[in-house]
């Protein structure tokens, strides 16, 4: 639907006419300054790292940095992190709505009839070294579902999307375990359909063939809350990438594989590999003012890893939510004097009564705390990114599902050109 202007910006260029300028205005957050026009009177916006960009319209989630607010669909994180599941929250982010009772008993049992993966992928993981990064695998072989599902590629096919929609979240987790079992030599674990989804992920991370393997409800519940608050959150790096490689027609199955790629980076999805690093370089509580001093240091590129937002102005919601699981989980495995946290809830301390991180806004995010309930659980540091992805994935395909529903562009940003001017060719003798 055309958006209806509610202001006027006038853009005032000396010696030249004023352009004028539509603001539209959202449901929630921010207006936005329409500047399509300006290409025609010869101009571009000029906004490296898209700090004051929006690129898209999208009713999929809102963040108020400034009050550290997260809805998805409208729903507050906090109130679905208690009272819903990771499963429901994929259904509310594809489709709009909380599922009733039947919508998400079909739902479950639709992701569950798909978590398989065809034989042939097993010898992708062939070609790996064993101590190739996870993220690595995953890349690759997410990539490379598009070459086993040619019935669902017309991206023009509403039950084609839907039907990718559903092989892509009930497949990441069964990939995920497949890299991480890989990487130890051990035998994949198939999926199985009488386990809840992070249980039956956690059963393929850990059983064996050779007994049976419970898992612990209080460890499948905390695996669920972690892939519930990575669902999804708004025009992040990886799902812009996800967003702008779907504007070129590209396959769904390749598009995610470009957000896991884009996800990878420690500025983003890796910095919960980072924090654990981190923590561990930092080797005590006595070491952490040296390190403080070095994040402080602007010709030091050492960054406290889980700290500080590009929209996250205050502490980051799922930062609360990550931090109370954190306790919740070690108090229930008995775990009462992780070194690990200790250390973490000092740096936390110190940094948020210090002027330089204070000025700056800069905050606890969702990497800070996530990283030591995955290691309570179990999850080895290399494979936190991939569980990130695999939280993300339900986010990145309800993005790239709303662009491809509606009229869209190819997404082709300009640039200002700093570069030599024409000049006649000679060879240099
Ligand atoms: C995720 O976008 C999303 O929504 C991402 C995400 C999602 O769910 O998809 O929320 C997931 O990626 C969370 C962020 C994970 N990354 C980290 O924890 C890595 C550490 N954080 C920084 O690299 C940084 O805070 C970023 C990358 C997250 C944000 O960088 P910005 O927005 O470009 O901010 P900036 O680098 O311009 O920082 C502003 C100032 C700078 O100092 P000055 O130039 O003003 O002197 O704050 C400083 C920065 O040097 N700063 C930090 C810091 N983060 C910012 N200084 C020390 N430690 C830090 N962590």
Not at 166 to 183: E, F, G, N, Q, V
Request: glycine share 8%.
């Amino acid at each position: 639907m055309a958006n209806e202007a509610t202001k006027t910006a006038k853009l005032s260029i000396e010696g030249e006419a004023t352009i004028e300028l539509p603001i539209y205005a959202g449901n929630e957050g921010q207006d936005v300054i329409d500047v399509g026009k300006l290409t025609s009177q010869g101009y571009f916006t000029y906004d490296p790292g898209f700090v004051s960009t929006a690129a898209c319209e999208s009713e999929i989630t809102y963040i108020d940095g400034d009050q550290g607010i997260l809805l998805h669909r409208g729903y507050p994180i906090d109130q679905l992190a208690e009272h819903s599941n990771y499963l429901e929250l994929c259904y509310l982010l594809l489709n709009g709505e909380l599922p009733d009772e039947a919508e998400g008993k079909l739902f479950v049992d639709t992701i569950k009839n798909h978590t398989m993966v065809h034989e042939q992928l097993n010898n992708f993981f062939r070609g790996f070294r064993r101590d190739a990064h996870p993220m690595a695998i995953m890349c690759g072989v997410v990539g490379a579902l598009s070459a086993f599902y040619h019935d669902s590629l017309d991206i023009d096919n509403p039950e084609h999307r839907r039907i990718t929609a559903h092989r892509l979240i009930a497949k990441m987790p069964t990939l995920a375990a497949m890299s991480y079992k890989y990487s130890i030599g051990q035998p994949f674990i198939y999926p199985r359909n009488d386990l809840g989804y992070a249980e039956n992920f956690l059963h393929m991370m850990f059983a064996t063939p050779c007994e049976d393997y419970q898992v612990s409800p209080t460890l499948a519940r905390a695996m669920d809350r972690i892939f519930l608050l990575h669902a999804d959150h708004e025009q992040n790096a990886s799902t812009s990438t996800v967003r702008l490689a779907g504007s070129t027609g590209a396959n769904p199955f390749a598009c995610i594989a470009a957000g896991i790629a884009a996800l990878w980076g420690p500025s983003h999805g890796g910095a919960n590999e980072g924090v654990l690093n981190m923590l561990d370089e930092i080797g005590g509580v006595e070491n952490i003012d040296q390190y403080i001093q070095k994040a402080k240091d602007p010709n030091d590129p050492f960054r406290i890893m889980g700290f500080g937002h590009r929209v996250y102005k205050n502490y980051d919601p799922r930062a609360k939510v990550m931090q109370e699981t954190c306790h919740e989980v070690l108090a229930e495995l008995g775990i009462t004097d992780d070194p690990i946290l200790e250390m973490a809830q000092a740096l936390e301390k110190i940094a948020l009564e210090d002027e330089y991180f204070v000025s700056r806004r800069l905050y606890p995010n969702v990497d800070f705390y996530s990283g030591i309930i995955l290691k309570a659980i179990g999850i080895p540091v290399e494979m936190f990114t991939v569980i990130f992805a695999t939280g993300r994935t339900p986010g990145w395909i309800a993005h790239w599902n709303e662009m491809i529903s509606g009229p869209y562009k190819i997404g082709r940003p300009r640039q200002l050109y700093k570069g030599s001017s024409k000049r006649e060719y000679s060879a240099k003798t």
